[in-house]
């Protein structure tokens, strides 16, 4: 069984930056791949970044590229999603999740095991 938890979420305005954590628990071959994705209200759940926990090889959206950083604590079993030059088009709900070995890092259909999520908000 794994379990992950986010956390990290909250309000800021354009510009500005969050981190967002994610604390994992369970069969780490069951989590290979961790990724980060997200959903606006209305829209279809999207990968944000992604990253192999075995060797640190990370995945990013076109959108997030130069401004999101994927990364992870080993000794911590956390894996973090951080969030420079926010804007609006940012605002969503943030979704950890984790994965054995999936067929593309950025897509949702591969992901087994996920957290409830953590919002985020980016005002103009």
């Known amino acids: 069984q794994v379990q992950l938890v986010e956390s990290g979420g909250g309000s800021v305005q354009t510009g500005g930056s969050l981190r967002l954590s994610c604390a994992a628990s369970g069969d780490r071959l069951r989590r290979r791949f961790m990724g980060w994705f997200r959903q606006a209200p209305g829209k279809e759940r999207d990968g944000v970044a992604a990253i192999w926990t075995g060797g640190d090889i990370t995945f990013y959206g076109d959108s997030v590229k130069g401004r999101f950083t994927i990364s992870q604590d080993k000794a911590k079993d956390t894996v973090y999603l951080q969030m420079n030059s926010l804007k609006p088009e940012d605002t969503a709900m943030y979704y950890c999740?984790?994965?054995?070995?999936?067929?593309?890092?950025?897509?949702?259909?591969?992901?087994?095991?996920w957290g409830v999520g953590t919002q985020v908000t980016v005002s103009s």
């Open positions: 999740a984790g994965a054995t070995n999936p067929i593309r890092a950025l897509s949702p259909t591969g992901y087994t095991y």
